[in-house]
């Protein structure tokens, strides 16, 4: 009897290790601002090295929340990419445009893709500056 509940606690404590989850748009609202999560190509996804899942309406956001708390430690950052909407992606490997022309929901202006070659793509129609994750998380104003 003592195996059994020592392998039921042992099972809902692995089982509750949350990983990305996706984000249910027009239900889930964004840790930073409130707004309700509603663009298939501007939502994000950070996930704390505790497993707490914290959603953001745009990548704006997100990088607001870092930079606030600078202290939080997180496993994963992931966010919706314009040329695959509803898809989440790691942030290091997509490229961020910021244009006027691609209006964001917080106003920033910053839209995801999930390669160089899409943002080049995009830029060319549009014009903007293309950013990596890092180069976003430098600047000390979105």
């Not at 404590?13 to 027009?26: H, Q, V």
């Not at 929340?65 to 950052?77: Q, S």
């Not at 691609?102 to 500056?129: C, D, I, R």
Request: proline share 4%.
């Amino acid at each position: 009897m003592k195996l059994i509940v020592i392998l039921f606690v042992a099972a809902s404590f692995f089982g509750c290790n949350a990983g990305i989850k996706p984000i249910e748009y027009g239900h889930d609202e964004c840790y930073y601002c409130t707004m309700s999560i509603v663009e298939q190509q501007y939502g994000t996804e950070l996930i704390t090295d505790k497993g707490k899942i914290r959603k953001f309406d745009a990548v704006e956001c997100m990088v607001n929340f870092i930079h606030k708390n600078p202290e939080l430690k997180y496993d994963h950052l992931v966010v919706n990419v314009f040329d695959k909407p509803g898809e989440l992606l790691d942030v290091h490997s997509c490229v961020f445009l910021q244009s006027e022309s691609m209006p964001s929901p917080m106003g920033a202006n910053l839209t995801a893709f999930s390669t160089k070659e899409k943002a080049l793509e995009m830029k060319q129609k549009v014009a903007g500056e293309l950013y990596t994750w890092q180069e976003l998380l430098d600047k000390e104003r979105l």
